[in-house]
Every structure is written in C-alpha cells, then in structure tokens.
C-alpha cells in the first residue's frame, strides 16, 4: 500500500484564514508602517511594480507569486502605466504542540517554508485564489469549510512545486504526480504529461501507480474529480451545471453520466439522500452520527459507544501511523468520510481518492457546534436539535437537584496522567460540571478561562502538586489515567499539605472518575457522564 504523505510542514497545523482579497490599489498591509501580523500569500494577476520586503527591493511582476513572512515589513507600489490587480491571502497556522486523549495545544506557527518569490507558475494556482476569495466572500458555515480546504491544497502545491522531492525515488516521483492531480483535477490530464512529470516511461508510471494506489492514473482522477463534485455538491447550492465545469467537464450530461457510472446514481439523487454510505475517520465524530440515529459502515470507536459496525484502527492524533490499507476502506464503497481537521492531511494522502472527506473543525469549536456542523452536512437537524433539547431538560432537572443539595458549590477537576496535573476548564472533562450543570470553577480557572470562548481553544493548566492550594473548591474530581498515577495522587492527599489542607479534602468531598469515560468529549458520552454524576452525588 503506499504510503504517501503530504508535505511536512502541513502535517499537525490547523490553518486559520484571515483575509482573502482582490485589490487594484496598494492593500493598506503594504505602505511599510507595521509589521505584517500573518502569513500572506500574494499572486500579481495582471500589471507590473515593485515590492519591497524589509528595504530589500524585488520586481512584481505578471502572473507571479510571493510567499510574505509574518513580522516582515512590505512595501507595495503598482507602476502606473498598467492596470494592476492583485490577489492576496492572509492566514495563521497552528501546529500541534501536546497531544493526549484528553485534549490538545497548539502553538501559532510563526515559521513559514517559503519567503520571497517563488519558481512557480502562477496561472496553475489563479483557481485556487479566486476560490478563496470567493468563498471568503460568502461568510462562514459550509463555505468557510470549503475555503479552509482550498487554502490547504493551495500551499501543498505551492510547497511541493517550490520544493521538490527527490526525483531518484520512483515512490517521490508518484507524490509530484498525484500532487499534481491534487491541483489539477479541473484540466485535462493526459497519462504521459504525468508520466513526464515523474521521468519515468509512460507504461512504467502506470506499473507504479497501479501498484501503490491500487487503480490506474485514469481512474483515480476520475474518482478524485467526483469525490470533489461531491463535496461541493454537500458544502454548496451550486448548480450541476457549474459544479460539472468546477471538476473539469464541460459537458453536464457526459459529467451526470460518469457520476453515476462511479458512484451508482445521479448528482441530483446523490444531494436527497438518506442513507449515505458514512465512514467516520474519528470517534467523537462517531458518536454524533450514531446519537444522530446513524451507523456509519466503518467507524473508530470508544469503548462506550454501543454501536455494531466495523470498528477501524485508526490514528488518534495527527502523529499517530496509518495503518489501514486503502484496499479496505475502498471495499466499503463510502459516499462520505468524515473525520477531526487534525487528521485530514494523513486522510487525504491516502485516501482522497475512495471518498469525499470532510473535516469538521475540532478546537475551535465545541461540542454543540459539532453537532450541527455533523447534523447539517448529514440532513439531521432535526435530530441535532432534539439531543440538544433533551440534553439541556436533563441538565435543568440535575441543576435544581443540585442547588437544593450544594448551593452554588466550587468545583475543581483535576486530571494527573504522565507525571503531569491538570486543571480542567470548560471544555472536554469539564463540560459536564461547569457548561450542563453550571457549577462554579475556582477562582483562577475563572481567570484562565476568560481569555478563550467557552468550550473551545481552552482545556486545561499544567500545574506542580504544591499549586493545589491556588485552586480552593468544595469539591474536586479526580482522573486518573493509570493505577501509577492514582496511587501518586493518593499520596499527594496523605502526605502533601497543600493537598491535605484543601477545603475538599478535609470535608471527604473528593471523587474520582474513571479515565476513559470522561475524556469523551461527544453527544452519547456527555450524556452518560450527567447520569454518573447524579448517581455518585446522590446515592
């Protein structure tokens, strides 16, 4: 199976866009007074001037792009005797610093591969800029989605084609090929210009291709054309006709027909479905389709999930191996993947081709968030709602439960795994305790917290066993990955003074939740972990 990946700067790092833009006079980013605050790319479609990056002066001129760093200074002057137009994008990335199941970090990444101008042949990206624009244009929701996928695809080409791999290894020489698929789906692609581009006989190309991926250079390009058809026929209410020339066919009738050739229906039966063919890529995803009232086909799991399917092994995290042959996943004739942004650059390097795939964003939004992000793209809104309505009726009737009981008691969660403590805030463990059941958070948790949106972004503080006495509650909870690490916290509330003369344990008020129940951050495990609290509070 091949084992292909995408370029290693866009491996872990979410990208973020800020700006997506069409000018025909100097943006105000580039009169050279402050520093830039993004990365930008910029593509100078028509006209020429002059572009200077920190005092140091390079020509702009037609059909060129120039990768801008963050923190630089950019002077931008058009010549006057053309008519200039300029596209630019301005975006962050954020790079996957600390990964465990029971939450994330990210660092902004400040660092950028590409600076200056770059070897590259504009016009081959002009599409990709003037989709981003487009949907930059149309706001947030589906669009904003679709605009993240194709600023994503835009720096993999710009990456691959201003770096490329090494052209000795037949297997590198397969990636600039399906690279160039990637950004090209939409031209007309012919088995020895890609056989050019590998330097490799033509029949020899197809020997290799055939062997890593399984299908001719023909058929995959086929299948990557209407798993992006499909896509936009999910994320947009473009019509067949435009979505057929998005994908590279003139012809809306030869397009409809080959669609269904591939996928055994038509575009327009394809959008009214019901029962699409679903692989989930990541189990919190899992658990809002089945708490939707869906099975996907294959699925990763958690271990509480009572769903009957296929259960993939998957990576986890964005670092995790991929271990599951395409042959597999392209047995199960998927009509949509789905799966955590986190883990789409891995998903796309193996298997873009069998399905479309569809991230929806993890950090940056919470878990109500998912669900109607899940429940529009599935046509379950319904469905969302109902869970979201019962969710809260069972959270109001614990909440004045519990006010009767403890009043408008603190709550601390700590969490001690790898030789680490942490402090849990709203999202993930914390969801339960301080956004169902609205308990109080300790006093620098509140302080923690309020520089991030509730529910997203923010999950935990690092703290030292002495830090316990900052963090007064009257109760705290307690998870424990391993038996080492109860037994280590154990010995914290015997031994350690700060531990001992916290107000929760010196009126018996600690508990303790088992680890792998509570790191589920998902619809069907958020509902378990409400009745668990009742039954430990109230039995």
């Known amino acids: ?233 999910l994320m947009t209410d473009k019509p067949v006709s435009d979505i057929a020339a998005d994908v590279g066919y003139d012809d809306e009738f030869y397009f409809s027909r080959r669609f269904k050739e591939t996928s055994g229906y038509s575009p327009s039966i394809f959008t009214k479905k019901q029962d699409l063919n679903l692989i989930s890529l990541s189990s919190p995803y899992t658990d809002h389709l089945f708490t939707l009232g869906l099975r996907p086909c294959a699925a990763q799991m958690h271990r509480f999930l009572p769903l009957v399917t296929k259960e993939l092994t998957l990576p986890k995290h964005a670092t995790d191996p991929w271990e599951v042959s ?65 969710h809260e009726r069972q959270s109001e009737r614990l909440r004045k439960k519990l006010r009767k009981a403890i009043g408008e008691s603190t709550v601390a969660i700590c969490v001690a795994r790898k030789n680490d403590l942490r402090m849990y805030g709203t999202r993930n463990i914390g969801h339960v305790f301080y956004r169902s059941l609205q308990l109080q958070l300790p006093e620098k948790m509140v302080a923690a917290q309020a520089a991030h949106p509730i529910g997203t972004g923010f999950n935990w503080l690092s703290i030292q066993p002495d830090e316990m006495k900052d963090y007064e509650a009257d109760y705290v909870f307690l998870v424990c990955e391993t038996e080492a690490d109860r037994e280590r916290v154990n010995r914290y509330i015997e031994t350690n003074p700060y531990w001992m003369g916290h107000p929760a344990v010196r009126s018996k008020r600690v508990f303790y939740l088992e680890w792998e129940k509570w790191i589920v951050y998902a619809p069907y495990g958020i509902d378990r972990q409400l009745e668990e609290i009742e039954l430990l509070l109230f039995r």
């Open 326 to 390: 395409r042959q597999a996943l392209s047995d199960m004739k998927p009509d949509l993947i789905v799966c955590k942004d986190n883990v789409l650059a891995k998903a796309k390097a193996h298997i873009n081709d069998i399905a479309p795939i569809i991230p929806i964003p993890w950090a940056s939004k919470d878990v109500y968030e998912h669900m109607l992000d899940i429940a529009e793209l599935v046509d379950r809104k319904l469905e969302a709602r109902n869970w979201m309505d019962n």
């Open 1 to 233: 199976m091949s084992t292909l990946d995408h370029h290693q700067w866009l491996q872990d790092v979410i990208l973020d866009i800020e700006h997506a833009e069409k000018s025909i006079a100097t943006p105000g980013w580039a009169d050279g007074k402050m520093p830039l605050a993004r990365h930008f790319i910029i593509y100078m479609v028509k006209g020429e001037g002059t572009l200077r990056i920190n005092g140091q002066e390079t020509i702009l001129r037609r059909d060129s792009i120039y990768a801008l760093a963050l923190g630089s200074f950019i002077q931008l002057e058009f010549e006057a005797a053309t008519a200039p137009e300029l596209y630019w994008i301005a975006f962050d990335g954020y790079r996957l610093k600390e990964q465990s199941d029971a939450g994330r970090a990210y660092s902004r990444e400040l660092h950028f591969p590409l600076v200056g101008k770059l070897s590259v042949n504009g016009s081959l990206f002009k599409r990709y800029f003037y989709m981003l624009i487009s949907e930059q244009t149309q706001g947030k929701g589906r669009s904003r989605l679709l605009g993240q996928h194709y600023l994503y695809d835009l720096l993999e080409g710009l990456l691959r084609q201003a770096e490329p791999a090494d052209p000795d290894e037949a297997e590198d020489r397969l990636r600039l090929t399906l690279d160039y698929m990637q950004n090209h789906y939409q031209e007309e692609i012919r088995v020895n210009k890609l056989a050019e581009l590998a330097q490799l006989h033509p029949s020899y190309y197809s020997q290799v291709f055939k062997r890593s991926m399984d299908k001719t250079p023909v058929s995959y390009l086929t299948h990557l054309r209407m798993n992006k058809a499909k896509e936009l026929l």
